[in-house]
């Protein structure tokens, strides 16, 4: 299937969802519940179809080292608004310019696509965008994200003994690109990676309890979700098939608040993706 066509797959998939939206609006509500039920449809609804759609064609991709500096804001806000204003064509030229002046393909996930999701977040807590535009956004760079991905993974894995990890928002998050780019990585160097987006901590703790994992990556996204932690952990360690398991945090949450990892139960904190896939490896039981 083309990237044109699901495109088109999406752009139905959007009016769908926006009936689902005007229906919502009728009934008495609050701003913040409001925020919220659109957010859900645009990962819950939207956002997975894409990720589970079929794989797309890809271009060979520069494996060239990086010979530049990293994207500037100013680019990371461009290329976010190029994700909302202009078509696919022009917003992947723009990732492929940075490829073709040497950056390197992780650099784009860690540094260009990843801030633009947030710089798209953050324009919608500032109301500066509306549901429509950021609904956009984040489709394209979901789009651009699982085209680069199938071409991340074509330069190989790395060879050894199986790894499996379990990378999960924690219940209640309302965006996963985050949370796949780190999977991605994880990939690269030759984890077997199971993605989960649950919708209760039971279902987490249940998938620990089936599955070996010998890591548990868990993304926090909101202060709220750090009340309920510390449980989560503690039923991941008392339940897991895996009776040494790690468990390691991420997600936005660590970039604006000092939390410790020991404090929750947790093994360590992950500042970025690349950072996640080292420090899974160092808590590796060693033979």
Same mark, same amino acid.
């Given at each position: 299937? &083309?990237?044109?066509?699901? @495109? ?9 969802? @926006? ?6 609006? !009728?009934?008495?509500?609050?701003? +913040? ?6 957010? $859900? ?20 991709? $520069? ?9 500037? /804001? ?9 994700? *909302? &204003?202009?078509?696919?064509?022009? !917003? ?24 633009? =999701? ?27 994200? @699982? ?21 999960? &928002? =924690? ?33 987490? *703790? ?14 926090? +996204?909101?202060? /709220?979700?750090?009340? !309920?932690? +510390? ?7 008392? &339940? ?30 992950? *500042?970025? =993706? ?6 899974? =490896? ?6």
């Amino acid at each position: 299937m &083309s990237l044109q066509n699901q @495109n088109g797959i999406l752009q139905k998939q959007i009016l769908h969802e @926006n009936k689902h939206l005007r229906n919502f609006s !009728t009934h008495e509500h609050t701003d +913040s519940n409001f925020q919220f039920s659109v957010l $859900s449809i645009v990962e819950s609804q939207i956002i997975p179809r894409l990720l589970k759609a079929e794989k797309i064609r890809t271009r060979h991709l $520069s494996l060239v080292s990086s010979l530049r500096k990293l994207p500037s /804001q100013k680019e990371i806000e461009k290329f976010a608004d190029l994700c *909302v &204003s202009q078509d696919q064509k022009v !917003t992947q030229a723009f990732v492929d310019h940075f490829l073709e002046i040497g950056l390197r393909k992780e650099d784009i996930f860690l540094e260009l696509i990843a801030p633009a =999701a947030r710089y798209l977040g953050s324009q919608w807590d500032d109301d500066c965008m509306d549901f429509s535009q950021v609904n956009l956004g984040f489709i394209r760079l979901h789009a651009i994200a @699982n085209e680069f991905r199938l071409a991340y993974k074509e330069g190989g894995f790395a060879k050894g003994k199986v790894k499996r990890v379990m990378i999960a &928002s =924690a219940p209640g998050s309302l965006h996963m690109l985050g949370t796949t780019i780190v999977a991605d990585f994880f990939c690269k160097k030759g984890w077997q990676v199971v993605v989960s987006i649950p919708s209760c901590a039971n279902e987490l *703790v249940q998938a620990s309890s089936d599955e070996w994992f010998d890591v548990i990556g868990l993304s926090i +996204s909101m202060e /709220q979700q750090l009340s !309920t932690l +510390s449980e989560l952990i503690s039923q991941f360690k008392c &339940s897991s098939v895996n009776p040494r398991v790690a468990v390691l945090l991420g997600g936005p949450i660590f970039a604006v608040k000092e939390l410790r990892a020991i404090d929750f139960g947790a093994d360590d904190i992950c *500042v970025n =993706a690349k950072h996640a896939v080292g420090l899974a =490896a160092s808590l590796l039981p060693h033979v």
